[in-house]
């Protein structure tokens, strides 16, 4: 698990093969789970766990930047309802410390640790469709498990 306490941490972060930056803003600016973080929770499951941080900018170099998540609540209770409904995740893998919402500067981010499946949940899979909607993760992308 990846651990940030500082903005020099921040500026340090960059996308790989265990980690994941999204900006999750929302069109009111107040904080949204992406739609897309799904592939990422599967990806990381089937793969060997991550952590993805929310609320980062991604920079032209591809540094990260503080934005922030001005209601992480909200994004949260977002998170653990999709990581429940099987037509959204084939396995809640979520444990009570696997979020966090961090102050940095006097803003929010969330950090998500998603651990690696255990054999017998595998493959994650998103949608319902264990066929289209299993990804895994290499370097820095989430890829479509082919059969």
């Known amino acids: 698990m990846h651990k940030i306490y500082s903005l020099d941490d921040i500026a340090q972060l960059r996308e790989s093969v265990d980690v994941e930056c999204k900006l999750a803003q929302g069109r009111d600016g107040s904080g949204h789970l992406p739609h897309d973080i799904w592939e990422t929770y599967s990806a990381f499951a089937n793969t060997h766990g991550g952590d993805i941080f929310l609320g ?3 920079l032209p170099d591809e540094s990260y930047i503080i934005s922030g998540i ?3 609540s909200k994004v949260i209770d977002e998170l653990l309802a999709g990581a429940n409904d ?4 084939s ?3 979520l444990e009570p410390d696997s979020i966090r919402v961090l102050t940095i ?3 929010n981010l969330i950090h998500i640790h998603i ?3 255990p054999a017998h949940q595998r493959p994650v899979y998103i949608g319902g469709n264990a066929k289209t909607g299993s990804y895994q993760r290499i370097h820095s992308s989430d890829m479509k498990l082919t059969s």
């Open 91 to 93: 396995h809640n893998l």
């Open 70 to 72: 001005e209601n992480p």
């Open 86 to 89: 099987r037509k959204i995740v």
């Open 56 to 58: 980062l900018l991604e």
């Open 105 to 107: 500067a006097g803003k």
């Open 115 to 117: 651990p690696q499946a």
